[in-house]
């Protein structure tokens, strides 16, 4: 069974870089879709993009592109960056795995504070 | 962009009543790909309904999902105390990708 666990700082000043890892384990991810996803506090769900098995990636453009997803070689990490950071930043993460754009695997989810 | 509105926001009822859940698109979700998704506090969403219809793996059959086009309903046909929960509909047809506010599911 496919499992995925994030990883990084838990806070994050304004106007920085949050970087974020997701590890996957029990399985291989090389043809999957590897996505990333975030929930404000008390808040719905929110779709930040996904890292295409064709190669590309695509990404929500509410995040007016300040969001970089990027798998390692073997895709046994893949990575989240979001620049420029604001409170409104502030979030659950989740990274995902699919074989389509319907996720079928989710991590456990980690919780990013922007705050000075 | 799809906007998916679900409503009740918030549903009260009692175990082993029925729960029915909406879910309307702004426009039609192409092949019926909205999925419906079950959240509780402190995890993470967990796969009901994909498809509109199909229910996930081990997902028990008090759980069903219906519609097609713009309008999609979760039906929950006797509450059980864990289902008292949030649950979310998705569209995963057209990007970017989106999630209805959620319904709360309480006693």
């Known amino acids: 069974q496919v499992q995925l666990q994030e990883s990084g700082p838990a806070l994050v000043k304004p106007s920085e870089t949050l970087s974020l890892t997701c590890t996957v384990s029990?399985?291989?991810?090389?043809?999957?879709?590897l996505g990333w996803f975030r929930q404000p506090p008390g808040k719905g769900l929110e779709w930040i993009g996904y890292?295409?098995?064709?190669?590309?990636?695509i990404y929500n453009p509410s995040l007016k592109n300040r969001a970089i997803i990027s798998p390692d070689t073997s895709k046994s990490h893949f990575s989240l960056k979001m620049s420029s950071v604001t409170a409104a930043d502030t979030a659950v993460y989740y990274c995902?795995?699919?074989?389509?754009?319907?996720?079928?695997?989710w991590g456990q989810g980690t919780l990013v504070t922007v705050s000075s | 962009e799809v906007v998916l509105t679900q409503s009740p926001g918030t549903l009260s009822l009692s175990p082993g009543e029925r729960a029915t859940l909406s879910c309307r698109a702004s426009q039609s979700v192409a092949k019926n790909y909205l999925a419906w998704f079950q959240q509780k506090p402190g995890q993470a969403p967990r796969l009901l309904i994909s498809g509109a219809s199909s229910r996930a793996t081990d997902i028990p059959d008090r759980f069903s999902g219906g519609g097609s086009g713009t309008d999609f309903t979760l039906s929950i046909s006797r509450l059980e105390p864990e289902d008292f929960a949030v649950y979310y509909c998705?569209?995963?047809?057209?990007?970017?990708?989106?999630f209805g506010g959620g319904t709360k599911v309480e006693i």
């Open positions: 995902t795995g699919g074989w389509g754009w319907l996720v079928d695997y």
């Open positions: 890292f295409e098995k064709s190669g590309t990636a």
């Open positions: 998705q569209q995963y047809a057209t990007s970017p990708l989106t």
């Open positions: 029990g399985g291989s991810m090389t043809n999957a879709y």
